[in-house]
């Protein structure tokens, strides 16, 4: 090989290792005191175990050295032996070098992969900033028809063999949730028609309600003892009116019998017009004549143009950087959904109904409970029985109180897992709920009066 040759070689290795050394660079270190957060618990016991050991090392080295520098001092003779002191000095320097290049060995070890899971975790942050969840917008009843199938077809997919009507029940200005029988007939009737596997069985409107086993909550209907442990799911409806928007948040969720899980679930903004006003309890005069949504930037739109059969898409996004979710789904735990703030207040319920839409829809290895919709809405077996926790959950997505739901993008941050059996919170990440306010138009005190109220 001649020395042009060779000396392109060189160039084009070096450039190839400048490339090589740049790319590593780019991947920052992680400081010692942050490495932990980027390790499992059995890592993480293992840093801190050689820490321990690197500590120990380095006293034990400067003993060491300085018991030799002794024996080395000729002040020192007198008063030392010599060939035992030297000796044990000797010792000591090589046992705790020994020891202390172990304990580096590990601890790099570690650095190393604490700098993969933080990529790792990195990457994933990325990937899970593009899991957004978009709220459907319809009418009622068309809806009802969209939603059941959808729930039945996910249901079918699960092998589902026994598939009931658990109730549908509205939230109301007294900030409690209320049984509202005919908008479970329609649910069950759409069941009944699309129903080709032949698995669902009608049921008595008070059917499923909350009981207790061993002092934990489950749920109680009729065809509990018969279904066993086979596979049974009760859909119930959630319907959380809205006023700052004008429209409903529905949402039907398959909730597993067995475990309370939210094995399907369909949610959309539906617009309120009178027919569906009444079957969820709301007077005339809660329900908006017109609504106009804000003109989309490359369109004028004239003032009076209405958009009253439009509701506002819904949309939900959580950052999660450390992927604290996809760890709860490895572990294989159940956690449910819960508030930092009252449990019953309207803008909360809205976040909730929306960020567990989000999670099934988004993160289908997880488990999802339903027991804090439940224990609102549906009624115990018998006074007295004092259960709310289900035998399998293990926490909760805590989301930080929402005051009220008049801004466009509601921030809710952090949200945390909470752990039921320590009580400890983990940070998780930010919850975006995003939407559109169209101005709303009430109807008059004449209007009123010529619809008959």
Partial sequence: MNWKRTLLLWAALGGSLSFFTVARAATPAIADDEVPRYLDAQQATQWNDAQKKLKDATAKLEEGNKLVKEVQDPSSLVKLDIEKDHAKGTAIVKDATQARNDANRTLGTLRRAAIENRNKTMANAKATAALTYTMATAQWPEAVASMTKGVLAALAEQRYKHVYVGGVYSFGKDAKYTARPALAAQVAAQLAQLDKNKVFSASPDDAFKL???????????????????????????????????????????????????????????????????????????????????????????????????????????????????????????????????????????????????????????????????????????????????????????????????????????????????????????????????????????????????
């Fill in 211 to 453: 009981g207790q086993d061993n002092g934990k909550l489950i749920i109680s209907y009729p065809d509990r003892a018969a279904n066993g442990t086979s596979k049974s799911a009760a859909i119930f409806g959630e319907v959380v009116f809205e006023p700052r928007s004008g429209y409903a948040a529905v949402a039907l969720r398959a909730v597993d019998l067995n475990t309370m899980r939210i094995v399907a679930s369909q949610a959309m903004m539906l617009s309120v017009e009178p027919s569906l006003a009444k079957l969820i309890g709301l007077a005339a005069y809660d329900v908006p004549s017109k609504r106009i949504q804000p003109a989309p930037e490359n369109k004028a739109k004239s003032k009076d143009e209405d958009d009253s059969g439009t509701a506002p898409a819904v949309t939900v996004n959580l950052q999660d950087p450390d992927d604290v979710l996809g760890k709860a789904a490895k572990a294989n735990s159940a956690f449910g959904v819960a508030t930092a703030g009252h449990k019953d207040a309207l803008p909360n319920r809205f976040a909730i109904l929306a960020f567990k839409s989000y999670l099934v829809d988004q993160r289908k290895d997880l488990q999802t409970s339903d027991v804090d919709f439940l224990t609102l809405a549906v009624p115990t077996d018998k006074p007295g029985n004092t259960a709310t926790v289900p035998a399998n959950l293990v926490g909760v997505w805590m989301l930080p109180n929402l005051d009220d739901l008049s801004s466009t993008s509601i921030s809710l941050d952090p949200v945390k897992a909470h752990d039921l059996g320590t009580n400890a919170d983990l940070p998780v990440g930010k919850l975006t709920i995003e939407r559109n306010l169209p101005k709303l138009t009430y109807p008059s005190s004449d209007e009123l009066k010529a619809g008959g109220y």
